[in-house]
């Protein structure tokens, strides 16, 4: 099993910056990739970014040029900087860690950006 905890969230005005973490335990030994999503209330759970173990990385277009995902080469912890923060990127933001035929999911952080 791996065990995912998210921190970082928070209220946050229009323009600003936060940035997420996710820690990470269990069996990193036997993750390939990890990600972020986020869930806004009445709507899917979507990909904001996602980190390979070779560091190959994808966005979301919605985010692309303003998030960032980051990791520590051992999948100790996982990072997302979130800069120039609009409303529409309030969500509950999820961290995902994906073995070869198995996934977990982190119990979400609220982010919620508003004036």
């Known amino acids: 099993h791996v065990q995912l905890v998210e921190s970082g969230g928070g209220v946050v005005q229009p323009g600003g910056s936060l940035r997420l973490s996710c820690a990470v335990s269990?069996?990193?030994?036997?993750?390939?990739?990890m990600g972020w999503y986020r869930q806004a209330p009445g709507k899917q759970r979507d990909l904001v970014a996602q980190?390979?173990?070779?560091?190959?990385?994808t966005y979301g277009d919605s985010v692309k040029g303003r998030f960032t995902i980051s990791r520590d080469p051992a999948w100790n912890t996982m990072y997302l900087q979130m800069n120039s923060l609009k409303p529409e990127d309030t969500a509950v933001y999820y961290c995902?860690?994906?073995?070869?035929?198995?996934?977990?999911w982190g119990q979400g952080t609220q982010v919620t950006v508003s004036s």
């Open positions: 995902k860690a994906l073995e070869t035929n198995v996934f977990y």
């Open positions: 269990g069996r990193l030994f036997a993750i390939n990739a």
């Open positions: 980190i390979t173990r070779d560091d190959l990385i």
